[in-house]
């Protein structure tokens, strides 16, 4: 059961290379045909060895040494590891967190019918990433993945903004089929209601609720933040996070729709069926990602409203590039390590442009799921809908810039059910800083600004009557 996931969220994504977190964290779906779903289990309960194991190939990964890293996985993974993937996989670490200077010790995170996953830390010039290395009951690697930094168990967390006082209410709710609901919330205002509510759509790549990355929660930001606003959110674990072997059965099938798409119809008919909803008045919001496919959500599911943030518009394999040339120049300088990586994804980028339309891949994501995003035109099909619009984008935000912003502007022409506005100060979490945004950033908890969550408030309780700014 070979599980090669170097995965894609942001956009993100995800120090992040990412349209929204396109690789939320760094960026690929690779090989991935199941995945087992952890359970707890106390650290004595396993053996050393296996973490002795998920260390050691995560040293030879880092090492480009393709024979040792091959030697440690099972037949599927060896295979699947050439020499190419594991170049390609140290080229999207090193153009997000620079020039590896170290690995930590792995540490078991999770384990389940014999199967171990262990994080191993790397440690950059500009910031953090873990490999999460999977191990079989043979001892053998069966699984790779890459994911935010996540310090070890009894590491001090920093705590964000929302953390703090009394919390809202909240409802816990399971979205989607019931054969593989997902676990979500519902968070509420104080009162009897009926509230008008928002869906929170992810942004790419394996998430949970919180759109937790290093520390940082924006969806429970905006959740807590609207909700002494007076609107009621619904958020819930993304399905590539809570539930992947439901969408490895659609094998290359797959695409955004069984991702994403479908679940976030679900929620807005979930919530149209609680007793504390105006049915009238539940609008979806997509972050990155969520952003581009927010217009087939809400024309699916009749949504009465859509909040496009930091949403994206242009094809993955362009704005990968985009990003990778971007965190290699970001400090003014560029290494010869720095260099090569921009190339060989230059080529990457080449040989999925130059394959057989719909046969492409890039980054081991599959050629339908790639085909399924460019074939839809986020913008036009936004203007299609008979619905008011808010779109909102961070000037800083290298992800899902202002390329992505003017495309949306050209798109949904100004009116009193179309409004912009633009933060000079916010990167592509929605959080404030100053200067160049970079990979290193977000290895820094921060909130969202209460500022963005103010004008999504008024948004859905006033419509654009205010003006665009």
């Not at 609107?231 to 099938?253: C, E, I, Q, W």
């Not at 720095?338 to 990457?348: C, D, G, L």
């Not at 050629?367 to 913008?379: K, R, T």
């Not at 933060?423 to 963005?452: N, Q």
Request: with cysteine; charged share 20%; aromatic share 6%.
């Amino acid at each position: 059961m070979a599980r090669l996931l170097i995965q894609p969220r942001y956009t993100g994504a995800r120090a992040w290379v990412c349209a929204g977190a396109w690789l939320a964290v760094v960026g690929f779906a690779g090989l991935a045909p199941a995945q087992v779903q952890p359970a707890e289990l106390a650290p004595a309960q396993v053996s050393a060895a296996p973490a002795a194991t998920a260390e050691s190939f995560a040293t030879a990964v880092v090492a480009r040494d393709g024979a040792a890293a091959r030697a440690l996985g099972d037949a599927k993974l060896a295979a699947a590891m050439t020499d190419a993937t594991i170049s390609q996989i140290m080229a999207a670490v090193t153009a997000q967190i620079g020039t590896i200077t170290g690995t930590d010790a792995a540490w078991l995170e999770t384990a389940e019918s014999g199967f171990t996953h262990h994080r191993v830390a790397l440690r950059g010039e500009k910031g953090n990433l873990d490999f999460q290395v999977v191990v079989d009951g043979n001892g053998h690697v069966a699984g790779l993945w890459l994911k935010p930094h996540q310090a070890a168990p009894g590491t001090p967390a920093e705590a964000t903004a929302t953390d703090e006082g009394p919390q809202p209410r909240q409802v816990e709710v399971s979205v989607g089929p019931a054969d593989s609901a997902l676990p979500g919330i519902l968070t509420l205002p104080e009162g009897d209601g009926p509230f008008p509510a928002v869906v929170l759509v992810h942004g790419s790549g394996p998430s949970d609720r919180d759109g937790n990355v290093s520390g940082n929660r924006p969806y429970r930001d905006i959740a807590n933040g609207l909700a002494t606003k007076g609107v009621a959110t619904l958020r819930y674990d993304k399905r590539s996070f809570a539930n992947p072997r439901s969408l490895m059965a659609h094998g290359a099938a797959m695409t955004v729709q069984h991702e994403s798409i479908d679940d976030a119809v679900a929620a807005v008919a979930l919530l149209r069926t609680r007793p504390e909803i105006d049915p009238a008045r539940v609008y979806v919001l997509g972050h990155s990602l969520g952003g581009m496919v927010a217009p087939r959500i809400a024309g699916q599911a009749k949504a009465d409203g859509m909040i496009i943030l930091a949403g994206a518009t242009r094809p993955l394999p362009e704005v990968v590039l985009e990003q990778v040339r971007y965190i290699a120049a970001v400090d003014d300088t560029l290494t010869m390590d720095e260099v090569i990586e921009n190339e060989r994804m230059a080529e990457s980028v080449k040989r999925y442009r130059e394959a057989p339309a719909g046969t492409g891949t890039f980054m081991g994501l599959p050629a339908g799921y790639l085909a399924d995003l460019e074939a839809h035109d986020a913008p036009a099909e936004a203007a299609a809908l008979d619905i008011p619009v808010l779109v909102l984008q961070g000037a800083r935000d290298y992800q899902v810039t202002m390329e992505d912003f003017r495309r949306w502007q050209a798109a949904l022409r100004p009116g009193p059910r179309t409004c912009y506005k633009v933060y000079g100060d916010l990167d592509h979490l929605m959080r404030a800083g100053e200067g160049k945004s970079k990979p290193a950033d977000y290895t820094t908890p921060r909130p969202v600004a209460p500022m963005v969550i103010e004008d999504i408030a008024r948004f859905v309780q006033q419509g654009c009557a205010s003006p665009r700014r």
